[in-house]
């Protein structure tokens, strides 16, 4: 696995999944468009939390990226976003220069929504996933938890780890 100065780890949600569920601080509320391309969060609380974190823990080598991706029915597709309705958790990689930020809405049993937001490498290249690989982040009844292993854009072996943060 590529370093991105101290170990770049991040992650999302397991497929086989029997689940239950950088930029700069902006207004919260229901929408969060202007942190860092969070949007449709559609809970005030995670929306509230999500600004909190990142203004809090700004990426230490940039703005951060964010992307989509949904797994339903145990399909994985890289795209989407929230549908505005749901349970909401969010987690948070407990890195001074990586503080990577997911937030899971989950839709029902079979479907959930992702958004990561990554922080860029340190030479403030933007870290994009061109591949992931596995999604071992599961909602707790504490927020959003586990591992998110993915190829960047630059063939590179990625890993963000995100422990709870919080559940809406």
């Known amino acids: 696995m590529k370093t991105k100065q101290a170990f770049h780890i991040l992650s999302v949600i397991a497929l086989g999944l029997s689940l239950a569920s950088c930029g700069k601080d902006n207004k919260a509320g229901n ?7 969070f949007s449709n969060i559609g809970n005030a609380n995670a929306s509230n939390q999500v600004n909190n974190l990142r203004s ?4 230490r080598f940039g703005q951060a990226s964010v992307q989509n991706f949904t ?9 989407g976003g929230f549908q505005g309705s749901g ?12 503080p990577d930020i ?27 996933m061109a591949q992931i690989q596995y999604v ?5 009844v504490n927020g ?8 960047s854009q630059y063939g590179s072996q990625e890993r963000s780890t ?7």
């Open 31 to 37: 929408n969060i468009t202007g942190v860092s391309g």
């Open 56 to 59: 809090q823990r700004p990426c």
């Open 136 to 140: 071992g982040i599961t909602p707790t």
């Open 144 to 151: 959003a938890a586990g591992n998110l292993d993915f190829i």
């Open 71 to 79: 797994i339903d029915n145990g399909q994985l597709s890289q795209n």
């Open 162 to 168: 995100f422990a709870a943060a919080g559940t809406y």
């Open 102 to 128: 997911v937030v899971i809405e989950r839709v029902n049993q079979n479907r959930y929504n992702f958004q990561v937001s990554i922080c860029p490498l340190n030479n403030g290249q933007q870290l994009q």
């Open 87 to 98: 349970t909401y958790y969010v987690g948070l990689q407990n890195s001074q220069e990586y």
